[in-house]
């Protein structure tokens, strides 16, 4: 993963960079470092911890000059250490690169500069530093040992370079992971994401693939892998600055988790022209994959229930990561349905090309406005949810189902219907929160000593089983399983034991009586029984009320107790939810 971000112009280099690394720790936050050009020399300064860690122990702000690059980090090769941090430099330092991807042939790399360089860390984007001074010959321009550079890598990046040999320039290429231009007034900007430079400028041009974005204060220009120039005009963003706000609560998961009732209400709001042309795209085509990771995975787990139901299609949905392996009747007449919040997953945009280079059409489901998979799409639904930062997906997972609702309504022709029930249950929602925040904390205390804890539920409420154990995974760092009920018999069961907590989703729908029925069975195993539900019952040993819906729609109440279980459970372990261990926000490796 990682975030990376170049600045040249005339503000001091380290506060505009560490500025905008504040705005892309959600792509990692276990280590942190910046590099500036100043007076015939590179300084660095790099650690370990999050951004504020960092800044108070190395004090990066000091960093003179005013042109350099910055990267947060989220390690893929090497421990999580100072010196693997980024910025890496040359032997001679007068080369500083900072990289997100991944160097697939970085040891063959490795073994071939060996004799001649010394590397001090164990990454893999240490090597390129290294192969670009092997380029550097006097008079040979920094963009040109950088092309060089690059020919021979295989893998992903997103690269930006400073040196101290051409010090007001910066040098950035991509494959495969995005980097978006900057053009401000005497000032240029360079970034994973146009967010981090958003206070300054909303003018950009993206890159595309195996380009090379030369950038001094005064000029942007950008060439193709084989040297031409290509001509591309800037787009102007019509996007506001993402407001690190927690409104008065502690961690950003219960402000995003609180934020839902009117998270529903803002995905409702859906461009109607939009929403046509998404349910034309479903008509017209033969087969409907859904493709998604984590979070997303299983709000597609729902959309394809409501398909079959609302809109009597029949649908799949496969892991982004496994699309390649398994998406062989992919075709012309094949809609792959692809979810993502951040719209930057490395998975699903490569799950995404897969298909397209079989020449199916894509709609995308995203968050992100100009994200990379909403501007590879045929069409995009937006989840109109705002930022979320913390790791964990809790409104844009609500916001990805009620795009959902709407568009399989929307394809059954019977729109109103979703959109007079999600206003009805944006209101439940509300009131239910404010009932459970008293109720579920005490819960999650209480089943705090516990180290595995089973998800059970059926029909279209399974997917929230997983989704709910995924968030208890993530954030309290608790074994759990979600599961279909009626598959505890055929394994799982032995596995309870006296005192097993087991949370039931049992809401009064077509799947009440069958998981009554499988929570006796490990009831009668000695397991500790969570009911949610909108009517309780004699099994329960411990009741979580929902409001009572309309039977499909109760994946979008169910989930959101069981948020706060987990959100809770992660409080009473005295963990961070909002950055947990060994995660990021976006996942931009495959
Ligand atoms: C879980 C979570 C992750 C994401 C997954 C996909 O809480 O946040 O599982 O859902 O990494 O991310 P997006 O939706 O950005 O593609």
New binding site residues.
């Given amino acids: 993963m990682c975030g990376v971000i170049g600045y040249t112009g005339k503000q001091p280099a380290a506060d505009v960079l560490l500025d905008g690394l504040t705005r892309l720790e959600y792509r990692g936050y276990d280590s942190a470092g910046v590099a500036t050009v100043f007076n015939g020399d590179l300084h660095l300064k790099k650690g370990v911890g999050k951004l504020e860690e960092v800044e108070r122990d190395c004090c990066i702000s000091r960093l003179p000059g005013t042109t350099g690059i910055g990267h947060v980090r989220w390690a893929t090769h090497g421990g999580v250490t100072v010196t693997n941090a980024h910025p890496h430099l040359d032997c001679l330092k007068f080369i500083a690169i900072a990289h997100n991807g991944i160097i697939y042939n970085y040891q063959q790399l490795r073994r071939k500069l060996s004799a001649k360089h010394e590397m001090v860390s164990e990454t893999d984007t240490e090597v390129v530093a290294h192969l670009i001074e092997e380029y550097m010959l006097p008079g040979v321009p920094l963009e040109q040992a950088v092309a060089r550079a690059v020919k021979e890598i295989q893998g992903t990046y997103a690269l930006v370079v400073a040196s101290t040999v051409e010090p007001q320039t910066i040098v950035a290429t991509r494959k495969g992971s995005p980097l978006v231009v900057g053009i401000g007034k005497g000032e240029n900007f360079v970034s994973s994401d146009f967010q981090a430079f958003l206070p300054h400028t909303r003018k950009v041009l993206f890159l595309d693939d195996e380009e090379m974005a030369v950038i001094t204060p005064g000029k942007v220009n950008i060439h193709s892998a084989y040297g031409k120039k290509v001509f591309r005009g800037s787009v102007t963003l019509d996007i506001e600055l993402a407001v690190r706000e927690k409104n008065g609560f502690d961690f950003f998961m219960l402000k995003e988790i609180f934020d839902q009732p009117q998270a529903i209400i803002s995905a409702t709001k859906q461009e109607k022209e939009a929403l046509q042309k998404a349910a034309n795209l479903v008509n017209s085509s033969r087969s409907v994959v859904f493709t998604?990771?984590?979070?997303?995975r299983y709000a597609s787990l729902i959309g394809r229930y409501m398909f079959s139901k609302i809109a009597h299609r029949f649908s799949d949905v496969i892991i982004s990561s496994e699309f390649g392996y398994f998406g062989d009747a992919v075709d012309e007449q094949t809609l792959v349905i692809a979810l993502?919040?951040?719209g930057e997953?490395a998975d699903?945009i490569q799950g995404i090309k897969e298909a397209q280079s079989r020449g199916a059409k894509v709609l995308s489901i995203v968050n992100t406005i100009g994200s990379t998979l909403a501007r590879m799409s045929d069409c995009t639904l937006y989840l109109n949810c705002g930022a979320e930062f913390a790791?964990?997906?809790t409104k844009s997972f609500l916001s990805e189902l009620v795009v959902l609702y709407l568009l399989s309504f929307s394809v059954a022709g019977r729109l109103e219907e979703a959109e007079t029930e999600l206003v009805k249950i944006s209101a439940l929602l509300d009131e239910n929160l404010r009932l459970n925040n008293d109720a579920v904390p005490k819960a999650a205390n209480m089943l705090s000593k516990y180290d595995k804890f089973y998800y059970i539920a059926r029909g279209i409420n399974f997917a929230v089983a997983g989704e709910a154990s995924?968030?208890l995974k993530?954030v309290a760092y608790v074994h759990s399983e979600g599961m279909s009920a009626g598959e505890l018999k055929h394994g799982t069961l032995a596995l309870v034991e006296n005192g097993t907590p087991v949370i039931a989703i049992a809401p009064c729908d077509g799947t009440r009586d069958d998981i009554l029925s499988n929570v006796s069975e490990v009831k009668a195993r000695g397991a500790y029984i969570i009911g949610v539900s909108d009517k309780p019952d004699k099994l329960f040993d411990m009741y979580i009320e929902i409001p009572r819906v309309n039977e499909y729609f109760y994946p979008l109440v169910s989930i959101v107790p069981l948020q706060l279980f987990a959100f809770h459970s992660a409080i009473a372990r005295s963990l961070d939810p909002d950055r947990p261990r060994n995660l990021a926000k976006?996942?931009t490796v495959t």
């Fill in positions: 998604a990771c984590g979070s997303s993502s919040q951040s997953t699903v790791v964990a997906a995924l968030k993530e976006s996942v």
